[in-house]
């Protein structure tokens, strides 16, 4: 039914006139109202139910219907700027991307301004829309902003890039890096030292949906050792190096063998592991081993020096701004994928286990 209502308007569009939001509406099965709100973002979208925002966004898109005002300001008026949400500005991760993004889109004459918005502070399109006035918005870590809320931006007339993410939609690009393998590297490398009791301490548990996250590169370097993945050796905490710190503990705690290394899903957190070692007197890499996940400068100037899965942050940022200058420039409507190589930095955090009799 929606694909014959779909064939009928594309027909009157191509024959008569433009898409309108009543051809939206009608092809949705909602109200005009509905479809006001959510595509102009105001007030009353959040309370969409989102089976509703979605209809009306797949509408949208089949119908090639874009909010009028929208597009003539990208076409006659814009702002060389860009708005670059990010998770937090205390990881010094996030400080060396938007270093590069900034480096980046100044060389193309635009700007980025830069917005914290913190785990659990909720992201609303309509209260951003009401101050923006950007031409395109880098979104870093997808938990920041979901997918019906992204589509909202694109159907205002926004480019818009996923950092750190695989793309929720074909029209959005997304810059990140491969951190499936990362975590593959890491512990394939502890195992290959002869440590089978290998922990993880993460701020988050959630395997990604295509098997790209960290965890998934832990578990794929587990099964190929012939280990058992155990979850009472996955811990997860608050990302800080106070979170680094007690999940190191709890990691040390937890029932059965105790975990001889750990693959830590940052450097940050790894740097508090390695604090809290040396509080309890455990030596590393003698004792225990640590490889971290980001290659920060500060993994260069711990005791002993972090063994880490450098991650090109300045590429990714740089990347990031490219990509969506690009999208600005040349109105596409179909996103680019670009996933980074990561490498391992060995350095004294890591020590050989002595490999048990066979």
Not at 233 to 239: A, C, M, Q, W
Request: overall charge neutral; proline content about 5%; hydrophobic content about 40%.
């Amino acid at each position: 039914m929606l694909q014959r209502d779909m064939t009928d308007l594309t027909t009157q569009s191509e024959t008569k006139r433009a898409p309108t939001s009543a051809d939206v509406a009608r092809l949705a099965g909602v109200s005009q109202t509905t479809v006001s709100q959510v595509l102009n973002g105001k007030a009353g979208v959040a309370r969409i139910a989102s089976e509703t925002r979605d209809k009306v966004l797949e509408a949208a898109r089949q119908l090639g219907y874009t909010p009028n005002h929208a597009a003539r300001s990208l076409r006659e008026r814009r702002t060389k700027l860009i708005a670059l949400i990010l998770p937090t500005i205390d990881n010094p991760y996030f400080s060396d991307v938007v270093n590069a993004a900034q480096e980046a889109a100044r060389e193309a004459g635009y700007a980025v301004a830069v917005i914290p918005i913190r785990a659990g502070e909720e992201f609303r399109v309509s209260t951003f829309l009401q101050g923006a006035a950007c031409d395109g918005i880098i979104v870093a870590g997808h938990d920041n902003c979901s997918s019906p809320e992204l589509q909202i931006l694109r159907a205002r007339g926004l480019a818009v890039a996923v950092l750190q993410e695989r793309s929720p939609d074909p029209a959005i690009s997304s810059v990140s890096v491969d951190l499936a393998e990362g975590g593959y590297l890491a512990t394939h490398h502890l195992a290959g030292l002869g440590h089978r009791r290998i922990g993880h301490i993460t701020e988050r548990l959630r395997p990604a949906a295509d098997g790209r996250s960290r965890i998934d590169g832990y578990r794929r370097a587990l099964a190929e050792a012939g280990l058992f993945f155990d979850p009472a050796l996955v811990v997860v905490t608050e990302n800080s190096m106070a979170g680094g710190a007690a999940g190191l503990d709890r990691l040390l705690e937890a029932d059965g063998e105790p975990a001889t290394a750990a693959f830590v899903y940052n450097d940050q957190l790894a740097v508090g592991v390695l604090a809290r070692l040396r509080e309890r007197g455990q030596r590393v890499p003698e004792d225990f081993a640590v490889v971290g996940f980001d290659g920060l400068a500060i993994g260069a100037f711990t005791a002993p020096p972090l063994t880490t899965v450098d991650s090109p942050r300045g590429a990714l940022g740089r990347l990031a701004a490219e990509t969506l200058i690009r999208a600005i420039e040349t109105g596409a409507d179909v996103g680019e994928t670009h996933r980074l190589p990561v490498r391992l930095e060995v350095r004294g955090s890591c020590g050989a286990r002595e490999r048990p009799a066979p």
